[in-house]
Nanobody, 123 residues
């Protein structure tokens, strides 16, 4: 079983910065991608950024150039550095870890979510 615990959210003024952390516990064997998602009130959850175990990264267009995803393997921790924050970045942010495995030769995937951390950008 894998547990993910986010931290680092809060209230920040427009133009400010925050760093989110997602500490993972449990076996990371078969992990292949880690990501950050967000969900604003009344909207669907959306992908913000992801990083693979091969360190390939991808970002939503709305955060490119402002957010940076990174990971510390030794600490089993995923980060999201958020700079130049805007009011439209206000949302609950969730980390997500995806795993791949096989059962009787057939591949399957499974995932875990953190509990979410609130980010509010307001003056």
């Amino acid at each position: 079983q894998v547990q993910l615990v986010e931290s680092g959210g809060g209230l920040v003024q427009p133009g400010g910065s925050l760093r989110l952390s997602c500490a993972a516990s449990g076996s990371m064997y078969k992990l292949y991608v880690m990501g950050w998602y967000r969900q604003a009130p009344g909207k669907q959850r959306e992908l913000v950024a992801f990083i693979t175990t091969a360190d390939y990264q991808n970002y939503a267009d709305s955060v490119k150039g402002r957010f940076t995803i990174s990971r510390d393997n030794a600490k089993n921790t995923l980060y999201l550095q958020m700079n130049m924050l805007r009011p439209e970045d206000t949302a609950v942010y969730y980390c997500n870890f995806k795993f791949r495995d096989t059962a009787y030769g057939d591949p399957y995937e499974y995932e875990y979510w953190g509990q979410g951390t609130q980010v509010t950008v307001s003056s």
